[in-house]
């Protein structure tokens, strides 16, 4: 297996196509390899609000790969060193919550990228396990541009930096939060992802990821919302929850047994 098919989401998202993303919390790696199989491109285990900890990352990680799909790792808010280690264990990128300033964004890289970018720490050994490379330099050269870090936008602050955070060397994408913006945006009022305000925001986002020649990201809860920011330039875009899956099929089931 070479590393252009190996890591395909980066090589993806530079060539313009636009990837749907499932999105896990449970811990449990045989659901996020089911959510791939699937034929989702791409599933994030959401180790910020999810309940993954460093073992089922571990197994969620290969599982998801072994599946088919890119492996993606949501960390907690400033745990950098978690961005290495997702790295380490075979991720293919890094979702950072709350980069609200370019000091957040180079901290970020600087776990995630090995220099000149940043400061990563050298220990791969799953990540090119599960690539099949023989030869860890390899990984070492190219690992740069094969992982892909989105830092997310959702606070008041992030928008005020918005363009020196996508300017940032070793971003390669930004993410909108659309729950936190919406509470940000309100002074703590609603929490609301789909408030008009959020909307507008999207644009001056996206105008700054574009400008630096970045990607754009975007969490959406409902397929109908995913479909809409895809039209409008957004290239990544998470699509609900393992949660919302299994309820809509439990509820789904329940209708059609009483109807």
């Not at 460093?54 to 060193?81: D, K, N, S, Y």
């Not at 190219?142 to 830092?151: D, I, Q, R």
């Amino acid at each position: 297996m070479t590393t252009a098919t190996a890591f395909s989401l980066a090589g993806r998202l530079k060539a313009g196509e636009t990837v749907y993303s499932g999105w896990c919390g449970l811990p449990a790696p045989i659901v996020a390899e089911l959510v791939g199989r699937e034929g989702f491109p791409a599933v994030t285990l959401d180790a910020q609000h999810g309940l993954w900890d460093t073992a089922t990352l571990v197994a969620g990680i290969a599982q998801v790969r072994q599946g088919g799909a890119a492996a993606m790792v949501r960390i907690p808010v400033g745990e950098f060193a978690t961005a290495s280690r997702a790295l380490d264990f075979g991720a293919e990128g890094i979702i950072a919550p709350m980069i609200n300033t370019p000091a957040d964004a180079r901290a970020y890289v600087s776990f995630a990228k090995f220099p000149p970018l940043g400061e990563r720490s050298w220990g791969p050994h799953r990540a090119t396990t599960l690539a099949n490379m023989a030869d860890q330099k390899v990984y070492l050269r190219e690992a740069n541009t094969l992982t892909v870090t989105f830092a997310m936008i959702e606070t008041k602050t992030a928008l005020d930096n918005v363009e020196a955070i996508a300017a940032t060397p070793g971003i390669d994408a930004l993410f909108l939060g659309p729950a936190d913006l919406s509470i940000a945006l309100s002074n703590g009022a609603e929490v609301d992802p789909m408030s008009p305000k959020v909307d507008r925001e999207l644009d001056r986002i996206m105008g700054a990821a574009h400008k630096a020649g970045k990607v754009m990201g975007a969490y959406c809860h409902s397929a109908e919302r995913a479909t809409a920011l895809a039209k409008r330039g957004v290239r990544f875009l998470a699509v609900g929850s393992d949660m919302g899956f299994l309820r809509a099929g439990a509820a789904a089931a329940l209708k059609a047994l009483k109807s």
